[in-house]
């Protein structure tokens, strides 16, 4: 399973790149505000820090401002990722986006049906959100598995983005499902190293260490 990091923030980027956790990033408009960066400098710079895919996203509704959005966005950086809303201007703009050789992230994905779409339209990746529907009392990790056994039932190629990670839970139910990837934010990332046994155990090595006077350097 890839991860991304759902950061603009280039710092946060960096540091979970330098430790080889980063296989993409995803971006979306609200991000870039918090960045206080301009979109295209901001994905510039990300794009030559990070091998993998960086998506960034377009910012108009209709199909010809979409088209004329992602064409501008993807000659930032070879490893573009245009990303578009799931409605049906987005899926046709997916579609002739697609069909020009760039690869697309359809995102705002709450339904299979939708997911379908997306793959139809020639979806590189779709983007099911799950913590936004678990805000409404549904099972946002249930969507993933639902659309991971479609995929495969189809052998549709689109490639299961799971979004809106909230947990590390998240994270690991997303894994034993399938998804192809998952896009969380650096600090739920990072969290994935705690344990409180391993600070335990690792309180107690110390322990004896400097009880038994060990030293190795």
Request: proline share 3%.
């Amino acid at each position: 399973m890839k991860f991304f990091v759902d950061t603009a923030d280039v710092d946060a980027i960096r540091e979970l790149n330098d430790l080889g956790f980063v296989d993409g990033v995803t971006t979306n408009p609200s991000l870039i505000k918090k960045s206080g960066r301009d979109i295209l400098e901001v994905t510039k710079e990300i794009c030559d820090m990070v091998d993998g895919p960086v998506s960034a996203e377009v910012v108009a509704l209709d199909y010809d401002s979409m088209i004329k959005e992602g064409r501008k966005l993807a000659t930032i950086a070879d490893n573009v990722v245009i990303k578009l809303p799931l409605t049906l201007d987005g899926l046709k703009a997916c579609k002739t986006l697609s069909g020009e050789g760039h690869k697309i992230n359809v995102t705002l994905c709450f339904s299979v049906n939708q997911a379908i779409l997306a793959a139809k339209a020639g979806a590189s990746f779709i983007s099911p959100f799950i913590g936004r529907l678990d805000d409404i009392n549904l099972d946002g990790v249930d969507l993933i598995e639902d659309i991971r056994t479609v995929y495969d039932n189809y052998g549709f190629e689109t490639e299961i983005l799971a979004a809106s990670i909230r947990t590390v839970n998240h994270i690991s139910e997303c894994a034993k499902i399938g998804a192809d990837v998952i896009t969380a934010p650096p600090a739920v990332i990072k969290a994935m190293a705690n344990h409180v046994l391993t600070d335990k155990g690792l309180a107690q090595f110390v322990k004896d260490a400097e009880e038994a006077g060990i030293k190795i350097v």
